[in-house]
């Protein structure tokens, strides 16, 4: 007899739950998107333990009938796909008649239904995949799904939960998420009995966005639209000033259909090129609509990814929506950095990576036609001999000699003076510099701070008065996330309730400033991030504070033995050309530019 067999079911399902639920969040979202295929317009979600012990999810949505109760549960058992043709034109979210059985065969499952024509409902509890009981009852029509300790007969994979926070956090995530693309429905999150969030439908993206952000996000947000014949874009996207240290608020949805696409994420950077894009992700908010027969999503069980036919017109049309959008606005510089690679990131010191692009050419380009052209650029910094304060004497450099025979490369640019008591004027052999001295100044201050934070920290100190921060549930559950995060950074601070939480001790540095203000803006920066992407944000963020904070401001005079300090240091910190939020530092004018400008060539 050979050795070949077939599967039985129990182990083809939970093999396939291997791909279909990798932890609570997938269960969540296979739920969820059930609910949302059967018509529901309320979706209940509430988890306990992160999920863990037990994931709840009840819908008003059509139901299910007793022999469909039944059927849900065999494997590849679907309403919702009956000929091949259909693969193609996919408009549910589930297809497979996979998620049921999966998750079943992996937890205690129960689940009761009534459609609405019918006057009872049914109540199946499964166990590993075996029915143990199937009764009538009464209950409302929809459907309410209970699965209870998920993994329980697989210990290597309940081992890799993570802990309820971090799971618990990524199902907020989620279920703000599917509260976006679903704007008609009402989305309510409860964890161990508290509710996180209760969202009713609204009309628009942008209510949405102040029910889940409130009105800071708001501020920062503008609204993109573009279609042509079978290609539509519409959303919400943050102002090049606005940015998040992670994706996780990028929203992207395709035909309604959450999805994590390479494509269109690499549109979106494209459309930020040079605005400071690189470790600083803008907000995000994007809804593709496309025929079914131009995209396939049938490329990944989990079905976040999906492949468009003609992704080249996509990603095109995608990024010069945004893209246009953004260069419409008003920007506080004239010119705009182009730049080959991205900045790296500040506490990973990278001198020369940055410096040598600076030797590949010219560094800001001429951006739209509507802005300050080279020329008077170029008049304004030389119609500025009054404001100059005490000049280096600066060797001419008339027949075009080299100035700077000794380093050609690796010479710092020489100060020549100081404009307005703001910027400081420097050359090298090839360039004209203008540099914001405040935003310089930030950039070495920062980098030192990031160097002393990873040495260990800073001094703590204990405020006099205890501060306490309101924080929403929702934002609760990723401070409990971040919670010993903070601790390693010198906060002392816990829950007192579950809105509110108190910070007795802070780094030192920080003490005067609001430090409420700062533990919410940590919450929300470090949202759904792994623990390892938390702390670079948290180190990012209290260093770019406390550099902002401590650095010389604009209007005031400088030194050239200050001038020239600042910029030998700024060349050597880890990226000279973007302050610690992404704004550029300095301007340059090549040598070429400025003959191209004045006639000469
Ligand atoms: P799929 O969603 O891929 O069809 P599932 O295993 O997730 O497969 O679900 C199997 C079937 O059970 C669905 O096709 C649908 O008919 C039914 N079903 C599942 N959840 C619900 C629900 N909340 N309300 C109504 N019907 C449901
Ligand atoms: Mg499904």
């Known amino acids: 007899m ?151 007969n697989i210990p290597a994979r309940r081992k890799f939960l993570r802990k309820t926070e971090t799971e618990l956090s990524w199902i907020v995530n989620l279920v703000m998420q599917y509260s976006f693309a679903h704007l008609d429905k009402r989305f309510m999150l409860q964890h161990d009995q508290k509710t996180l969030f209760d969202v009713p439908a609204v009309k628009n993206v942008k209510e949405r966005i102040y029910q889940h952000f409130g009105r ?52 979106i950077s494209d459309a930020y090129r040079g605005f400071g894009e690189g470790k600083y992700f803008p907000v995000v908010f994007l809804f593709v609509e496309v025929p079914s027969t131009e995209v396939d999503v049938n490329v990944h069980p989990a079905k976040t ?27 506080t510089t004239d010119y705009r950095f182009r730049q080959k690679t991205p900045p790296r990131p500040a506490y990973m010191p990278a001198r020369q990576a940055a410096f040598d692009e600076r030797q590949s050419g010219p560094l800001f380009t001429e951006s739209q036609p509507k802005t300050t052209p080279y020329s008077e650029f170029v008049a304004q910094v030389s119609a500025t001999q009054g404001p100059v304060s005490e000049p280096l004497p600066v060797q001419a450099n008339g027949d075009g000699a080299p100035l700077f ?36 100044h930030e950039r070495i201050l920062y980098d030192q701070i990031v160097a002393g934070l990873e040495q260990g920290g800073f001094e703590q100190q204990r405020l006099l008065i205890p501060e306490t921060v309101e924080l929403t549930r929702a934002q609760m559950v990723d401070f409990h996330a971040l919670q010993e995060t903070f601790e390693r950074f010198g906060f002392d601070v816990g829950a007192l309730d579950d809105r509110t939480c108190v910070v007795q001790e802070v780094p030192a540095f920080l003490a005067a400033k609001k430090v409420g203000d700062l533990i919410i803006e940590l919450v929300e920066k470090a949202r759904g991030q792994r623990e390892e992407t938390a702390v670079e944000t948290i180190i990012d963020l209290l260093a770019a504070t406390r550099a902002c904070k401590a650095a010389v401001k604009i209007n005031m005079r400088l030194t050239s033995e200050k001038m020239q300090h600042f910029i030998d240091q700024l060349w050597q910190s880890s990226s000279p050309l973007f302050c610690p939020h992404g704004r550029p530092i300095a301007l340059t004018l090549s040598n070429d530019e400025i003959e191209r400008n004045f006639l000469r060539k």
């Open 216 to 267: 800071d996000m708001m501020q920062h947000m503008l609204e993109v639209e573009a279609s042509r014949d079978w290609l539509t874009v519409r959303g919400l996207v943050s102002t090049p000033n606005y940015f998040k240290t992670s994706r996780t608020h990028q929203y992207l949805f395709v035909n309604g259909r959450l999805v994590r696409d390479k494509v269109l994420t690499h549109a």
């Open 2 to 152: 050979g050795n070949i067999r077939v599967l039985p079911d129990h182990l083809a399902n939970q093999i396939a739950a291997g791909e279909v639920v990798e932890r609570p969040v997938s269960a969540v979202k296979e739920l969820l998107e059930n609910s949302l295929d059967a018509g529901a317009s309320e979706i209940r979600v509430q988890v306990e333990a992160g999920g863990k012990r037990r994931i709840l999810i009840q819908d008003n949505g059509r139901g299910m009938d007793h022999d469909d109760c039944l059927m849900a549960f065999e494997r590849h058992a679907t309403s919702k796909l009956t000929r091949a043709e259909d693969l193609f034109s996919i408009k549910t979210l589930g297809f497979r008649g996979e998620a049921l059985p999966s998750i079943a065969s992996v937890s205690r499952l129960s689940l009761e239904s009534r459609t609405l024509d019918s006057e009872v409902g049914v109540r199946i509890e499964l166990k590993g995949n075996k029915i143990l009981k199937v009764s009538e009852i009464a209950c409302p029509p929809g459907t309410q799904i209970t699965v209870d300790g998920l993994f329980f």
């Open 305 to 331: 990814e999906v492949k468009f036919i003609q992704s080249n017109i996509v990603h095109d049309f995608v990024r010069d929506a945004i893209r246009q959008k953004l260069v419409s606005q008003p920007l």
């Open 405 to 440: 025979e000794s380093e050609p490369a690796l010479m710092h640019p020489q100060v020549i003076g100081q404009f307005r008591d703001s910027y400081i004027v420097a050359q090298d052999r090839d360039h004209l510099y203008l540099i914001d001295q405040h935003v310089a």
